[in-house]
């Protein structure tokens, strides 16, 4: 498999690419804003829930940082599996 310099899929084998390029580009975007604006919701409402002392929601507002977090990860997962698919395809 070819290394690229940019972290953006290979769009060149594919019919279409235009359209692809801005569709996969868009909910990347979407999943990337939504992941950092959970996260921060989550961070404020978990240290106004500990210094309140309401353990309860501590433990949900924690359990949404790591899921913002796992978002995340697997939205920078999916440009990366979009590139081996691409590459994949172009050798099938």
Do not use: K, Y
Not at 11 to 21: K, T
Request: proline share 1%; with cysteine.
């Amino acid at each position: 498999m070819a290394t690229q310099a940019a972290a953006r899929p290979d769009f060149g084998a594919v019919a279409a690419a235009s359209e692809l390029e801005r569709v996969i580009g868009a909910l990347l975007t979407i999943a990337l804003v939504t992941a950092v604006a959970l996260l921060i919701v989550c961070a404020i409402t978990w240290a106004i829930a500990v210094s309140a002392g309401s353990w309860h929601t501590v433990a949900r507002a924690r359990a949404g940082v790591l899921v913002a977090i796992g978002g995340a990860a697997l939205t920078g997962g999916a440009l990366a599996w979009t590139n081996w698919l691409l590459d994949t395809g172009t050798s099938i």
